[in-house]
T-cell receptor, first 115, second 114 residues
Framework: GAGVSQSPRYKVAKRGQDVALRCDPISGHVSLFWYQQALGQGPEFLTY????????KSGLPSDRFFAERPEGSVSTLKIQRTQQEDSAVYLC?????????????FGDGTRLSIL | AQSVAQPEDQVNVAEGNPLTVKCTYS??????LFWYVQYPNRGLQFLLK????DNLVKGSYGFEAEFNKSQTSFHLKKPSALVSDSALYFC????WGGGFKTIFGAGTRLFVKA
């Protein structure tokens, strides 16, 4: 029973480069969330998928951020033209159904550092 | 708008003593409330949730939380703290009324001294 898997665990990029962060949710989980966690802060919601449909992207900070889940399983968060303020831990979470009362299962995150 | 407040950055308690980590929330409708714990360089782990029903909910590792609607609070408690409980704790809220966004507090660091 694998949990939520995120890769890479650590990513260092130069300012202006594009990065792609991957999330493998628990098999069969309908709901998938992306969060940004700055140092010393709680997770901040970025976007939500129900299967392959992106139903809420209100938390994406700019149009440089893009997320997809084309087959309703693996998801990728892409950041274009990275800036130093993008440095954070990016967390992915999944849950079995789209009911708000379900707890979320989190991956260990990708720590992104922009130089 | 939804919000969560964890008024204490850090809570210090001696091993064996009871602990409380405070959380207050604000939602426009009825809340789903959650507590998660985070260990260094790891993702969040679910501890317990309040959906409806009894105001006192029990969760993992001996933790419990009390929902108080009038005070809009959902404090996390444990009767006897362990050194291994030392970690970062997050309260989170989601509005029944729809939307998919879960709002997390800023976190409270619990330090249990042997």
């Amino acid at each position: 029973g694998a949990g939520v898997s995120q890769s890479p665990r650590y990513k260092v990029a130069k300012r202006g480069q594009d990065v792609a962060l991957r999330c493998d949710p628990i098999s069969g989980h309908v709901s998938l969330f992306w969060y940004q966690q700055a140092l010393g802060q709680g997770p901040e919601f970025l976007t939500y998928f129900q299967n392959e449909a992106q139903l809420d992207k209100s938390g994406l900070p700019s149009d440089r951020f893009f997320a997809e889940r084309p087959e309703g399983s693996v998801s990728t968060l892409k950041i274009q033209r990275t800036q130093q303020e993008d440095s954070a831990v990016y967390l992915c979470a999944s849950s079995p159904e789209d009911r708000g009362n379900q707890p979320q299962h989190f991956g260990d995150g990708t720590r992104l550092s922009i130089l | 708008a939804q919000s969560v407040a964890q008024p204490e950055d850090q809570v210090n308690v001696a091993e064996g003593n009871p602990l409380t980590v405070k959380c207050t929330y604000s939602v426009s409708g009825n809340p789903y409330l959650f507590w998660y714990v985070q260990y260094p360089n790891r993702g969040l782990q679910f501890l317990l949730k309040y959906i409806t029903g009894d105001n006192l909910v029990k969760g993992s590792y001996g933790f419990e939380a009390e929902f108080n609607k009038s005070q809009t609070s959902f404090h996390l408690k444990k009767p006897s703290a362990l050194v291994s409980d030392s970690a970062l704790y997050f309260c989170a809220v989601r509005d029944w009324g729809g939307g998919f966004k879960t709002i997390f507090g800023a976190g409270t660091r619990l330090f249990v001294k042997a």
